[in-house]
């Protein structure tokens, strides 16, 4: 018997508002007991008395995530192999890369040694090495701890980028900052908890150059209101944030309120908590209308200031500006903000291309981490730097003192973290006298991202998601360890 439309659509509700009531109970469940876990509170446990995960509390409150897409060359910059200057256009030992896999551009092709061409030298206290590519960095030395053992499971990019950002290589999972945003909930609420900001141009190289997928600062299966907010270089920083022409702030507001009603009343009939989220971003948006012309509005900042972050800092879309913006948003408590910064696939005319590289980021990193300083911010933040993997000892295409590229190498690379509670002017881990494999102390990309959860007060095995029969983790389902021996 064929029922009338109105019987199929209350049918159609009543078996919305079960699926709705199991799914919503299991999450709101979820999400008390995490709130319990983790340092702060999430708003599903805002009020509640919830404790730490960690026995010493968080030492961070927000994070800033510098990402070097394309993969820096640690052996240009960070990793000091003097002894290969006499192997200089040598084979690599077979026992060495010992049967390891290789990208199919270098497979079955001679493995040319390419010693860096870049002089190192000393700074700080701590002594510790850097390229001549990376004076300005070399002045904070003590701040940052170096970590030369990194290490990850992919060997081409947009995986590997994915891992880093999402935890694993598979597409669709939540990012880093969407993970914080559901764990801790806002401590901004005129702005978003998570911020990208994207540089607009590199010096490298801008003919092989990888895409940067918003997947990188997705929700994924968490609610799409913990997703990143993509900032604009030029224009409205957030699109369509202005009011269209003849449409008063007093008018929006009205229409706010309608839209808000009538979605209101659509959740009360169906219960699909993405609508909650619609309303709440409507609401979120309309803030944002004041607020983050505040935030992008440069004016206020005196000319030491821009002095400090280096010429760059006065481009729209630069690195350099947009580490300046990076501080503003943690002036304003962002939760987490995530440059990423292009350019670096260098697997020919390396020298070159990591010249202008190294002069985008340099002095801007050094700068943030000095004005996070001197304005008390660098206790409670989190800095760190990174990119999807490093780059190998052998040469890709021309093979010259001066002139040599180097392919993928997901073995070891460096990284660097700086800030809440990280133990600066320590060096940690080691690799072979090749740059090839990690001697001592490694990271895995697993680690890194469990131990930037631990600075924020969060036990990775802890803030969960229940999604495809699984409890989807930031770290996965691989072991992965807080890194304690760089930590205060």
Request: glycine content about 10%; some cysteine.
């Amino acid at each position: 018997m064929k029922l009338p439309e109105t019987d199929l659509l209350q049918s159609f509700n009543n078996a919305q508002h079960r699926r709705q009531f199991l799914k919503t109970s299991a999450m709101g469940l979820g999400a008390s007991v995490m709130g319990s876990l983790l340092g702060g509170t999430t708003q599903a446990t805002a009020g509640m008395d919830t404790g730490f995960a960690n026995k010493t509390g968080p030492k961070a409150k927000r994070v800033i995530f510098l990402f070097m897409a394309g993969a820096p060359s640690q052996m240009d910059l960070f990793d000091h192999k003097p002894k290969l200057g006499k192997l200089f256009n040598t084979p690599l030992p077979d026992s060495i890369t010992n049967g390891q896999r290789v990208t199919t551009m270098t497979k079955g092709k001679e493995k040319l040694i390419a010693p860096s061409m870049f002089k190192f030298s000393k700074h700080g206290k701590s002594g510790m090495e850097m390229s001549e590519l990376l004076p300005h960095l070399g002045k904070v030395a003590d701040d940052i701890c170096l970590i030369r053992s990194t290490h990850t499971d992919s060997i081409n990019h947009d995986p590997g980028k994915t891992l880093f950002c999402t935890g694993t290589e598979i597409p669709g999972k939540a990012s880093m900052g969407s993970w914080l945003s559901y764990g801790l909930g806002k401590m901004n609420q005129d702005l978003p908890d998570f911020v990208v900001l994207n540089s607009a141009f590199w010096s490298g190289d801008k003919s092989n150059v990888q895409a940067l997928q918003s997947r990188l600062w997705g929700s994924g299966f968490l609610p799409s209101m913990h997703q990143g907010v993509a900032f604009q270089p030029a224009g409205d920083p957030v699109l369509f944030l202005s009011n269209p022409a003849g449409v008063s702030r007093k008018a929006r507001h009205k229409m706010l309120d309608l839209v808000s009603g009538l979605n209101q009343k659509h959740f009360t009939e169906v219960g699909d908590p993405e609508i909650q989220t619609t309303i709440a971003q409507q609401e979120m948006a309309f803030r944002m209308q004041m607020s983050v012309p505040e935030l992008a509005d440069l004016s206020d900042e005196p000319d030491h200031v821009y002095d400090l972050y280096g010429p760059e800092s006065r481009k729209s879309g630069s690195f350099a500006r947009n580490c300046l913006i990076a501080r503003r948003m943690a002036e304003r408590d962002v939760r987490f903000i995530q440059l990423f910064h292009r350019g670096w696939d260098h697997h020919v005319g390396l020298p070159g291309k990591i010249r202008g590289q190294a002069y985008d980021v340099d002095q801007a990193c050094s700068g943030l981490i000095q004005d996070l300083k001197q304005r008390g911010l660098l206790e409670d933040t989190l800095v760190v730097f990174a990119g999807e993997f490093g780059r190998t000892t052998y040469c890709q295409g021309t093979l010259k003192h001066d002139q040599y590229g180097r392919d993928h190498h997901p073995r070891c690379f460096t990284t660097w973290m700086a800030g809440a509670g990280v133990k600066g002017g320590l060096t940690y881990g080691a690799t072979d006298e090749f740059s090839y494999n990690i001697a001592e102390n490694p990271v895995h990309v697993r680690d890194f991202n469990a131990t930037i959860l631990n600075r924020l007060g969060i036990d990775h095995n802890k803030l969960v998601f229940p999604f495809l029969g699984l409890d989807q983790k930031l770290t996965g389902v691989d072991p992965a360890y807080v890194v304690k021996d760089i930590l205060t």
